[in-house]
Nanobody
Framework: QVQLVESGGGLVQPGGSLRLSCAAS????????MGWSRQGPGKQRELVAS???????NYADSMEGRFTISRDNAKNTVYLQMNSLKPEDTAVYYC???????????WGQGTQVTVSS
């Protein structure tokens, strides 16, 4: 019953910006942590950012100051604003929902972000 659908990825030059969106269904948005993860070519999956139902945010060190996660509870949507993008940010970005001790319970299909000149 839980579905996460990402959008907003694409090709951008270094230093540019993109905003990713994730539309959530399944009646879990208002009461659970949401987040973004990514996996670049030849790399492990890593957490990008998370946000609680109360709006408390957490970022990976390499993303803090460049990326901003936010949520609109009325629209059941979580966003990731990405600024000052670097080639190493190239990855498939996944929307996540429901934090557990084993990781994220739910994953979207992902949206490709490519940073290249």
């Amino acid at each position: 019953q839980v579905q996460l659908v990402e959008s907003g990825g694409g090709l951008v030059q270094p230093g540019g910006s993109l905003r990713l969106s994730c539309a959530a269904s399944g009646n879990i948005f208002r009461t659970h942590v949401m987040g973004w993860s990514r996996q670049g070519p030849g790399k492990q999956r890593e957490l990008v950012a998370s946000i609680t139902s109360g709006g408390i945010t957490n970022y990976a060190d390499s993303m803090e100051g460049r990326f901003t996660i936010s949520r609109d509870n009325a629209k059941n949507t979580v966003y990731l604003q990405m600024n000052s993008l670097k080639p190493e940010d190239t990855a498939v970005y996944y929307c996540n929902a429901v934090r557990t001790r084993a990781g994220w319970a739910y994953w979207g299909q992902g949206t490709q972000v490519t940073v290249s000149s």
